[in-house]
């Protein structure tokens, strides 16, 4: 009996000490049960008080935020347009196209690093002007002044922390590569700015694109390179026509391959003319390939020779030249041999000399001093390529003028034979010992213009000759076709 009690005692006991964790297991199990309907219901459940933080724990770090990288606005002006337009770089600011030029521009920049923009700018017939910064103007809103080249720099901490970059769009070239950081950008002395683009990056960062062919001066190894707008530079086409050699028909820079169909036309148009002496030279201005037959077998030239003299009396003579106009006029357009002797008279031989000097010609080639002289197809080309420089590259205020005079000039067989346009200056002399029909030129088709010289003793010829200047021009868009 005794023994029960106290076994029933110890019942009772322990089931007072284990009640706690019994209802605190409960507790959890309705706690979960009711958490899941709410989340099932999206009713609020209200949070669990955190505990105050430990005052002798440091807080963690915070990372400040990255500056925002500056912002340059440009404001510009340009002919035809009325006021102030403004972009925020990138953005490209003025023009693509067309030929109205940028007049002035004010740069600014915002940031929350300290520094300014500064930039100057090269005014048409006024040259650099000072450096100004921050939105000042630089330039004078005038037309006949317009920008040729700008730079364009970081001061400051802006300077320590990112890089400027800018290009212009040039009149007659397009964009220019990328400058940097106050480095001359445009085409100074040679052509106008039409538009231009900024761009701010991270020092140390790559440019935007290429930096090549970033500024043009006149008077400059580089002018050359703007001239050529992205073709072969005039020494690079001297050069390259001194491999216009050997005998027969020939390519010359290039692997086209004679035998495709337009070659074989011109295989037989020479043919038709093999009772004749012949020699020509064919070089494309842009990609310095052509074709050659006997390139250096020496003929007369005849009266072919007015024409590099007419272009270089004007290159040296400009000043004086203007007032011989009618007489270059009868020496080109209808071969007047008083004329051409007037000029002769009048300006001497050296033009000539200096245009031979210009087109890599020496006095072994042909004789400058003499009126008419004897000289080769592939001579005869290399005086047209520095023609054809003066009168649409390296230009001066006669170019424009004169160069119209070789258009359809007297019995130009070269200009009879192609609807394309050209320029060209032909010769001619039957009997007396001489005996040449000659011809040569610049055939100015679009994107690929090409020098051509003709030299025979096809006296009269001109329906076999225009064949054969029609069967070059053949192979020439083959070539171009092709690439």
């Keep these: 009996m005794s023994k029960c009690i106290i076994l029933a005692a110890l019942m009772v006991v322990l089931t007072a000490a284990l009640c706690p964790v019994a209802a605190f297991a409960a507790e959890e199990v309705s706690s979960t049960t009711a958490a899941a309907a709410v989340s099932v219901a999206d009713e609020p459940v209200a949070p669990e008080p955190s505990e105050p933080a430990d005052p002798s724990t440091p807080a963690a770090p915070t990372t400040p935020a990255a500056p925002a990288a500056p912002v340059i606005t440009c404001k510009t002006t340009q002919v035809g347009q009325s006021g102030w337009k403004a972009v925020k770089a990138p953005a490209k600011a003025g023009r693509t196209t067309g030929s109205n030029a940028v007049t002035a521009l004010r740069l600014s920049v915002k940031s929350s690093v300290s520094g300014s923009v500064v930039y100057r700018v090269y005014l048409a017939g006024k040259g650099w002007t000072d450096l100004v910064r921050d939105g000042a103007t630089a330039g004078l809103k005038k037309s006949s002044a317009p920008v040729q080249a700008l730079r364009i720099k970081l001061t400051g901490k802006l300077a320590q922390q990112y890089a400027i970059y800018y290009r212009a769009n040039v009149v007659g070239y397009g964009w220019t590569g990328w400058g940097k950081n106050g480095e001359s950008v445009g085409a100074r002395k040679l052509a106008s700015v039409r538009g231009y683009q900024v761009k701010v990056v991270k020092k140390g960062s790559a440019a935007p694109g290429s930096r090549d062919n970033r500024y043009f001066s006149a008077g400059q190894s580089s002018a050359e390179y703007f001239y050529a707008q992205g073709g072969k530079t005039r020494p690079q086409l001297i050069k390259a026509i001194a491999k216009a050699k050997g005998s027969g028909l020939k390519v010359f820079g290039t692997s086209y391959s004679l035998n495709s169909s337009a070659g074989k036309k011109l295989q037989k148009a020479i043919k038709a003319l093999s009772r004749y002496k012949l020699s020509f030279v064919m070089m494309d201005l842009t990609t310095g390939a052509g074709i050659s037959y006997n390139p250096g077998k020496v003929q007369y030239s005849a009266s072919t020779i007015k024409g590099p003299y007419v272009a270089a009396v004007n290159k040296y003579r400009p000043s004086s030249a203007a007032s011989a106009y009618g007489t270059m006029s009868s020496t080109i357009k209808v071969s007047s041999n008083e004329g051409y002797a007037s000029l002769r008279s009048r300006f001497g031989h050296s033009p ?71 320029r060209t200056k032909p010769g001619w002399f039957p009997g007396g010992g001489y005996n040449v029909q000659n011809d040569a030129g610049v055939v100015l088709v679009d994107g690929h213009p090409y020098v051509l010289s003709v030299m025979s003793s096809a006296c009269g010829q001109y329906g076999k000759l225009a064949a054969l200047v029609q069967a070059i021009d053949g192979v020439h868009a083959d070539m171009v076709k092709k690439g």
Excluded: Q
Aim: aromatic content about 14%.
């Design 352 to 422: 000539m000399l200096k245009m031979m000097a210009y087109c890599g010609i020496s006095s072994a080639e042909m004789n400058g001093n003499r009126n008419y002289t004897y000289l080769s197809s592939r001579t005869l080309a290399k005086l047209w390529i520095g023609t054809y420089w003066y009168y649409y590259r390296e230009t001066n205020s006669r170019s424009a003028k004169v160069r119209g005079l070789h258009a359809h000039p007297l019995n130009s067989f070269i200009d009879r034979a192609l609807t394309t346009p050209t």
